[in-house]
């Protein structure tokens, strides 16, 4: 489908700040700053494609400049497009026909290990950056009433500046962006440009006091003081005084001993078993005390009480192209389960609408089972059989179902989810002991290791998987091959290793090389090197595959659905679309279809998918 716009025109805003009122105060999110009563643009530079120049404006010319562009056939450009494009719609009331944004297009093209701010990516492409950025400093706390002439002069330079490199590296990049992936970034700001989705209060203030309530009364519980509770080494000498010494692990971070009192922390959480109920108490109260998150994400949101919503995403924010959150509310870790389940239902369809909420269902599993061509997952797939009893089969030699054997059953799941991107003996004790994927158990490392054996053995067409990416890997990344392995290609550039997607795509690992120690493969990201192996390779490859399905599937409902649809949120391998009550169930019907719908290039693949039709999110 050709992309809907005639001209291009970038806008570059800048605004009012001070000490307190700015984007760096972390108790202020980017839509708390646009939406404040204290927000005022004090310029704007604009740049129609069509014209030889920018134009600039200033105080009660802003307005005026932005109405003179037709946005009815004007796509909107930005870099960072989130934060001018919800200034341009909730203080101008204007709705470009769609959006451009080149920080999310630099994601794509350049990775997840480098800075894309507008000086990094305009001197990534030659350019000299923001040069005038002093401008932005000297006008801190002022008003534009306030600003001198001279200074407002240079504050304009810098603004237009700013839309001189934004456009020149959207002039470098957009050709190399597939047109597909440009709608997806469409989607994307639009999602927070041009939120529908709103914010039950009456269920925000319930699950804040809930938890509020709930923290109260594990601390009173405890009787131990908050002071206590919130430091680490006043918690450590109480537990001393009860008996207890304190688990302690070398910290990542630092590689000096810490107290290990996180949720995570196996030895730690294992004292909730102690026989001294003061300890147990005690422990209680250290990780609900720990848990704000449920109590800050419900008070921020009923600061969005009132209007639509704006949805945050970070385009391409992983390296497998995944979305990631952010402006202080991150939807993509949003629970489905536990005491934070209820902030979900807080987001509601406008009024006459439904939300149609559709889930992938167990994509990644899919994936791996058709890439490694595992004849047995992939029948159990299509027939619909339960795929956990059919791995916990293959474990203990005997037919399992959920019904007769749920122990086993509940085994296989547990294997199903951590075994296929090749968790060990440690990792899966853990898991179990943890109670991650379902009640905890107490399983030692031995008897773990013994079923990752078993499970590995039924599986072998993962484990031989594994292997297969692992050589194409080094062998094009060592030698400049370029090798196809089913629907990814791997290539090396430049010292970097790339494994292209079938949407035009590629995620991209840097400055790959081999350890002379050990000769496995490394790539260095901005965190430190990282191993490469076959199965960390599946799991990125099968994770970057489900949310390049999702993309698609999200533009073919756009393009065949006969009805109104809107893309208003997403969640790793889900989407939620608003759409009018009385066509809801047809088009969750379609939506079924679509994502039942193998690709052209996934022709094979067994899928499925849950949807649901609510007036809130969550399903039925």
């Known amino acids: 489908m050709p992309l809907p716009f005639s001209h291009y025109c970038v806008v570059d805003f800048e605004t009012y700040y001070d000490s307190e009122y700015s984007l760096r105060n972390k108790s202020l999110s980017m839509t708390d700053y646009i939406r404040h009563e204290l927000f005022e643009a004090i310029s704007v530079a604009v740049w129609h494609s069509t014209w030889d120049v920018p134009k600039v404006a200033a105080g009660p010319d802003v307005g005026p400049l932005l109405r003179s562009i037709n946005w009815n056939e004007t796509a909107f450009c930005a870099h960072h497009a989130q934060f001018d494009g919800l200034i341009l719609t909730h203080h101008y009331d204007l709705h470009p026909v769609f959006w451009l944004d080149t920080q999310s297009m630099s994601r794509m093209l350049f990775g997840v290990d480098v800075s894309h701010s507008l000086d990094a990516v305009s001197q990534r492409y030659g350019f000299a950056g923001k040069v005038k950025a002093q401008a932005l400093e000297q006008v801190k706390g002022l008003r534009y009433k306030d600003i001198p002439k001279d200074l407002l002069q240079l504050l304009l330079e810098y603004n237009e500046d700013d839309a001189r490199l934004t456009r020149g590296i959207f002039e470098k990049m957009v050709k190399h962006v597939p047109e597909d992936e440009l709608r997806i970034i469409d989607l994307t700001m639009r999602m927070y440009c041009e939120p529908v989705l709103h914010l039950d209060e009456a269920r925000l203030r319930e699950v804040h006091g809930r938890e509020v309530g709930r923290r109260a009364a594990a601390v009173q519980a405890a009787g131990v003081d908050l002071t206590v509770l919130g430091s680490a080494q006043k918690f450590a000498d109480y537990l001393r005084s009860l008996g207890v010494e304190p688990p302690v692990k070398i910290s990542p971070r630092t590689g000096q001993p810490t107290y290990a009192f996180a949720k995570t922390d196996l030895e730690f959480k294992a004292l909730l078993r102690h026989p001294d109920p003061r300890v147990v108490a005690a422990v209680e109260a250290r990780l609900t005390a720990k848990s704000t998150l449920i109590e800050t994400r419900s008070q921020r949101l009923l600061r969005r009480v009132g209007l639509p919503t704006p949805m945050y995403y970070n385009y391409w924010g992983a390296r497998t192209g995944r979305w990631s959150g952010g402006d202080s509310v991150n939807w993509q870790n949003m629970a489905r389960r536990g005491e934070g389940a209820a902030l979900r239902t807080a987001l509601a369809a406008p009024e006459g609408c439904n939300l149609v909420i559709a889930d992938a269902s167990q994509i990644e599993a899919r994936l791996v089972a058709w890439l490694a061509d595992d004849q047995e997952l992939l029948t159990a797939f299509a027939e619909g059989e339960d795929v956990y009893s059919v791995n916990a089969s293959g474990v203990y030699g005997f037919p ?33 002991r943890l109670g991650n994927l379902g009640p905890a158990i107490d399983m030692s490392v031995a008897e773990a290791k013994e079923l ?4 590995r053995q039924a599986r072998w ?3 031989r998987l594994w292997t297969r990416l692992g050589e194409a890997a080094k062998l094009s990344w060592l030698s400049g091959q370029q090798i196809e392995l089913g629907p990814v290609g791997f290539d090396y550039l430049n010292g970097n290793g790339y494994i292209h997607l079938p949407n035009g795509t590629y995620m991209k690992y840097p400055r790959v090389y081999v350890d002379a120690d050990n000769g496995e493969l490394h790539y260095v990201s901005k965190n430190g090197p990282v191993k490469v192996w076959g199965g960390y390779l599946l799991e990125n490859i099968a994770q970057a595959l489900s949310c390049v399905l999702l993309k698609q599937q999200m533009l073919r409902c756009i393009d065949t659905i006969p009805h109104d649809v809107v893309v208003a949120s997403t969640t790793h391998d889900e989407m939620v679309l608003v759409t009018y009550e009385e066509t809801a169930e047809e088009v969750a019907a379609a939506v079924k279809r679509i994502m039942s ?3 052209e290039w996934s022709q094979g693949l067994p899928l499925n998918a849950s949807v649901d039709v609510s007036a809130v999110y969550d399903k039925v």
């Open 400 to 432: 399992v179902n959920k019904d007769d054997h749920p122990d086993e059953r509940f085994v296989g799941k547990v294997l199903s989810l951590s075994c296929q991107y090749g968790a060990g003996g440690v990792k899966v004790s853990n898991v179990f």
């Open 452 to 455: 990752v054996a078993k499970w």
């Open 461 to 463: 067409p993962i484990t």
């Open 597 to 599: 719908t193998p690709e």
